[in-house]
C-alpha cells in the first residue's frame, strides 16, 4: 500500500489564488521530504527539499515566496502555491524517505493543478 | 550533480526480457543507482536500487558495471503493465533526486 499520501489529488482554482498541496508519510517519520513539478512529457524537476523544523532548501530558478513550504512535523509538509497563474499549472509530486542510508525514495500519487 | 543517460524510447515483446540501460559516468564512490518507474498521472514507483553488487528483487535485477559507470534494468518478463517511464537516478548527498529524461519502455502485445 501507499507509504506517503497526496492531498489533493487535483484542483482547479481561479488565477490569482492560493493553494495548499499536503504531503505526508503514513508509516514512518521524514525529517525530509521532497517537492517535484512536472509539465506535461517533461521530466521530474526538483523544486525544493523540506526539512522538519527548519527553512526549505529550494533549488536554483525556484522562488521560496512564490512556493511556500511548511514542514512542522515529522510526517507532514505543505506547499503552497501563492497566487498561482496559468502558467503554475503543473503536476506537483512529492516523496519522502525512510530513515537509513540504502533507503528508496517513496512519492506521493501526485497533485494536477489547474490555473484557470 | 552525477548525471545519468537512458535511452528516450525502447520497445519489447510481450513475455521477453528487456534490457533498459543507463549510463552514469560520473558516479561517485558513494552513489547509490536507483531505478523508477512512473505510469501516466501518478507519482513514480520504486523499482529498485544498488550500491556496486547486483541486485534481484521481485519486480527486476540491476545489474551494475564493475566500474559503476553504467547499469542495467532487466525486466524477466515484459507484461503491458510494465508499459511507463524508467527512470534512473543516482542519489545525491543530501538525498536529493535529479530525474533524467528516463526510458518509454513500449510493450507489444
Known amino acids: 500500500g501507499a507509504v506517503v499520501s497526496q492531498h489533493p489529488s487535483w484542483v482547479i482554482c481561479k488565477s490569482g489564488t492560493s493553494v495548499k498541496i499536503e504531503c505526508r508519510s503514513l508509516d514512518f517519520q521524514a525529517t525530509t521530504m521532497f517537492w517535484y513539478r512536472q509539465f506535461p512529457k517533461q521530466s521530474l524537476m526538483l523544486m525544493a527539499t523540506?526539512?522538519?523544523?527548519?527553512?526549505?532548501?529550494?533549488e536554483q530558478g525556484v522562488e521560496k515566496d512564490k512556493f511556500l513550504i511548511n514542514h512542522a512535523s515529522l510526517t507532514l509538509s505543505t506547499l503552497t502555491v501563492t497566487s498561482a497563474h496559468p502558467e503554475d499549472s503543473s503536476f506537483y509530486i512529492c516523496s519522502a524517505r525512510r530513515q537509513g542510508t540504502a533507503q528508496p525514495q517513496h512519492f506521493g500519487d501526485g497533485t494536477r493543478l489547474s490555473i484557470l | 550533480d552525477a548525471k545519468t543517460t537512458q535511452p528516450n524510447s525502447m520497445e519489447s515483446n510481450e513475455e521477453e526480457p528487456v534490457h533498459l540501460p543507463c549510463n552514469h559516468s560520473?558516479?561517485?564512490?558513494?552513489?547509490?543507482i536507483h531505478w523508477y518507474r512512473q505510469l501516466p498521472s501518478q507519482g513514480p514507483e520504486y523499482v529498485i536500487h544498488?550500491?556496486?553488487s547486483n541486485v534481484n528483487n521481485r519486480m527486476a535485477s540491476l545489474a551494475i558495471a564493475e566500474d559503476r559507470k553504467s547499469s542495467t534494468l532487466i525486466l524477466h518478463r515484459a507484461t503491458l503493465r510494465d508499459a511507463a517511464v524508467y527512470y534512473c537516478i543516482l542519489r545525491a548527498s543530501g538525498n536529493q533526486f535529479y530525474f533524467g529524461t528516463g526510458t518509454s519502455l513500449t510493450v507489444i502485445p
Open positions: 544498488g550500491l556496486t
Open positions: 560520473t558516479i561517485s564512490g558513494t552513489d547509490y
Open positions: 523540506s526539512n522538519e523544523g527548519s527553512k526549505a532548501t529550494y
